[in-house]
Each structure stands twice: as structure tokens, then as C-alpha cells.
């Protein structure tokens, strides 16, 4: 059974920061990983999507990157703003069953 | 630009009640799913359409039952509500592109379901 594990659970960090979130995944077969960001009360957005083909994928000042023999992938945000404040999710597809997900980093931008 | 819409965005039950949660997208995707949010869990999928007429379960379906109404509607149905069903419930849709991989996924803003 394919586990999703994201590290840390809570992050805090002054405006301005570089920060990395992680997300790890038990089984390497997947066909592509998807990193959501989502506000309180809301739904979730999605923000990335890697193929299991690809190394990474840029929107703005996200990168995503994605080891998939090493099961890991991991969000990099460049220049940190408040606005940045909500969960960070990272799921990964296998197939018909659609996705498995992480419980999510907490992330938390100081102004 | 509605997306994914569900209705009601938040509901109170007591124990041995029934409801539906209804959700319905514009976007002409084929595949629709539900999820449920606990803390410190994730997401984790109920049920899921892959297209109009077909349902399959997914990792917790016991205590739900679902419908797929015509190809923009997919409703999820407690039954007998029990407290461990208290959640928020997630709706979402997706479209398989030339990969056949269905990606990506887009959310409705959830139904925030309390049983008492």
C-alpha cells in the first residue's frame, strides 16, 4: 500500500526565506506527483504536477522536483511571502484509483 | 468560472440520519471522485466515476453509497450517519489527457459535515 509522508507537519518562516518542503512515497510506481496548496476552509489548488518521466516542473517561484527511484519529491518556494500561508499537500497517482495523499505542511510566512 | 461546486458547505446530523452531498462540475471532465478530510490524515478517496455510469470504491467507502447522476453530477449518500462519519468532504473532477493519466485534479471548496 503506497504511504505519502511529508516533513515537517508545521513550518514557520520570516518573509523573504527560501524554504523546502518534502514529501516522501513508499511505492515508485507512480505515474506522476501533484503538489496542492490549501487555504483554511477552502479546497485545494493545484499548483504542480510532475510526470514520473520528468525531474522537475517551474511556475513562477515554485519548483517542484521529483526523484522517483529515491521516492521523494520536494517544493521549493523562492522568496517567501505571507501570502504563501496555507497547507502545502503532495499526492501521487498510480492509476484508477486516483490519488494518495500526504497529511500536509502547515506553512506558516512571517511578515 | 465554477469548476467544481458542491452544496451544502456545511451540515449538522444526528446519529442514524441520511443526507446527500451533491457536487457537480462544468468543466465535461469523465472522471469525479470523493474524498474525506480528517486532521492529521490528508485526503483519503471514498468513492470515484471514472464516467458516467460506473463507480468504484476506494479506500474507506463503508457507511456511503454514491451516484453518478449524467456526466456533470456525482453525489455521495450516508445513509445512517455515525459520528466517525463527522469530516469535511471533498468533491473533485478530472480529465484524461493523451497519457490516459487523469490530471490534473480540481477541488470543490468541501462540505464541512458534523454528526452529533
Known amino acids: 500500500k503506497q504511504e505519502v509522508t511529508q516533513i515537517p507537519a508545521a513550518l514557520s518562516v520570516p518573509e523573504g526565506e527560501n524554504l523546502v518542503l518534502n514529501c516522501s512515497f513508499t511505492d515508485s510506481a507512480i505515474y506522476n506527483l501533484q503538489w496542492f496548496r490549501q487555504d483554511p476552509g477552502k479546497g485545494l489548488t493545484s499548483l504542480l504536477l510532475?510526470?514520473?518521466?520528468?525531474r522537475e516542473q517551474t511556475s513562477g517561484r515554485l519548483n517542484a522536483s521529483l526523484d522517483k527511484s529515491s521516492g521523494r519529491s520536494t517544493l521549493y518556494i523562492a522568496a517567501s511571502q505571507p501570502g504563501d500561508s496555507a497547507t502545502y499537500l503532495c499526492?501521487?497517482?498510480?492509476?484508477?484509483?486516483?490519488?494518495?495523499f500526504g497529511s500536509g505542511t502547515r506553512l506558516q510566512v512571517q511578515p | 468560472n465554477a469548476g467544481v461546486t458542491q452544496t451544502p458547505k456545511f451540515q449538522v446530523l444526528k446519529t442514524g440520519q441520511s443526507m446527500t452531498l451533491q457536487c457537480a462540475q462544468d468543466?465535461?471532465?469523465?472522471?469525479m471522485y470523493w474524498y474525506r478530510q480528517d486532521p492529521g490524515m490528508g485526503l483519503r478517496l471514498i468513492y470515484y466515476?471514472?464516467?458516467?455510469?460506473?463507480?468504484d470504491k476506494g479506500e474507506v467507502p463503508n457507511g456511503y453509497n454514491v451516484s453518478r447522476l449524467n456526466k456533470r453530477e456525482f453525489s455521495l449518500r450516508l445513509e445512517s450517519a455515525a459520528p466517525s462519519q463527522t469530516s469535511v468532504y471533498f468533491c473533485a473532477s478530472s480529465e484524461k489527457r493523451g497519457t490516459g493519466y487523469d490530471q490534473p485534479q480540481h477541488f470543490g471548496d468541501g462540505t464541512r459535515l458534523s454528526i452529533l
Open positions: 510532475i510526470q514520473s518521466s520528468q
Open positions: 468543466m465535461n471532465h469523465n472522471s
Open positions: 466515476s471514472a464516467s458516467e455510469g460506473t463507480t
Open positions: 499526492a501521487v497517482y498510480m492509476g484508477r484509483r486516483a490519488l494518495t
